[in-house]
């Protein structure tokens, strides 16, 4: 069912190619209130799962800085959802007992806001095509026992942290045009001092 992970610079994405992957992502009530309640959200929460659970579409998952309180490995799954938009989730692995030979696997998302989505992330990030996501509460047993999720967190779990993009050309324009509008202004100051 699953076929091989392409491996590439570690500068660059990687894509790895399974037909398809189930990720059950599991929220609490506290984090749907702070979503809702968030005013740059364009969408509620509910829209959100509404569009995430139908269909397969393209994520992006990044490795994060682990766990301040117990160390637990955390990653970032990012996912396109509509033009220059994007739900950005900070998870942790959640593991469940099905019984004493079975575990079952999901992310327990920590943190989940949308974001501006303009390029496609591609340091450090492994790129899924076809993932299908579910959701439930945190205190529902519900995930997944696949191997093609156990090799996609091993494969997340490896890479490095990525480094945070700095566009220096955007940043030397802003300061290029609030400089040269702060010498408009001392200008027109002069210029009434000197009535």
């Given at each position: 069912?699953?076929?091989?992970?392409e491996?590439?610079?570690?500068?660059?994405s990687?894509?790895?190619?399974?037909?398809?992957?189930?990720?059950?992502?599991?929220i609490g009530e506290?984090?749907?209130k702070?979503y809702?309640?968030?005013?740059?959200?364009?969408y509620?929460i509910d829209?959100?799962?509404?569009?995430?659970?139908n269909?397969?579409r393209?994520a992006?998952?990044?490795?994060?800085?682990?766990?301040?309180h117990?160390?637990r490995?955390?990653h970032?799954i990012?996912?396109?959802?509509g033009?220059?938009?994007?739900?950005?989730?900070?998870?942790?692995l959640?593991?469940d007992k099905?019984?004493a030979?079975t575990?079952i696997?999901?992310y327990?998302?920590?943190?989940?806001?949308?974001?501006?989505?303009f390029v496609?992330?591609t340091?450090q990030t492994?790129k899924k095509d076809?993932c299908?996501f579910k959701?439930?509460n945190?205190?529902?047993k519900?995930g997944?026992?696949?191997?093609?999720?156990k090799?996609l967190?091993?494969?997340v779990?490896?890479c490095?942290?990525?480094?945070v993009?700095i566009?220096k050309?955007?940043?030397q324009?802003i300061?290029?045009n609030y400089?040269?509008?702060?010498?408009k202004l001392?200008k027109?100051?002069?210029?009434?001092?000197k009535?």
């Amino acid at each position: 069912m699953a076929e091989t992970s392409e491996t590439s610079n570690p500068d660059d994405s990687s894509t790895l190619s399974v037909t398809s992957l189930e990720v059950t992502l599991r929220i609490g009530e506290d984090l749907e209130k702070r979503y809702n309640g968030n005013p740059e959200n364009r969408y509620k929460i509910d829209e959100i799962k509404q569009m995430l659970s139908n269909g397969r579409r393209i994520a992006y998952f990044q490795k994060q800085k682990s766990d301040d309180h117990n160390n637990r490995s955390r990653h970032k799954i990012i996912l396109p959802i509509g033009n220059d938009r994007a739900v950005e989730a900070s998870v942790t692995l959640q593991r469940d007992k099905v019984d004493a030979f079975t575990d079952i696997f999901s992310y327990r998302v920590v943190k989940f806001k949308e974001v501006s989505f303009f390029v496609e992330p591609t340091k450090q990030t492994i790129k899924k095509d076809g993932c299908s996501f579910k959701f439930s509460n945190l205190d529902e047993k519900a995930g997944t026992g696949s191997e093609d999720f156990k090799a996609l967190y091993r494969a997340v779990d490896s890479c490095e942290i990525p480094p945070v993009d700095i566009n220096k050309e955007k940043d030397q324009k802003i300061w290029a045009n609030y400089v040269l509008a702060l010498k408009k202004l001392v200008k027109q100051k002069e210029q009434v001092w000197k009535i």
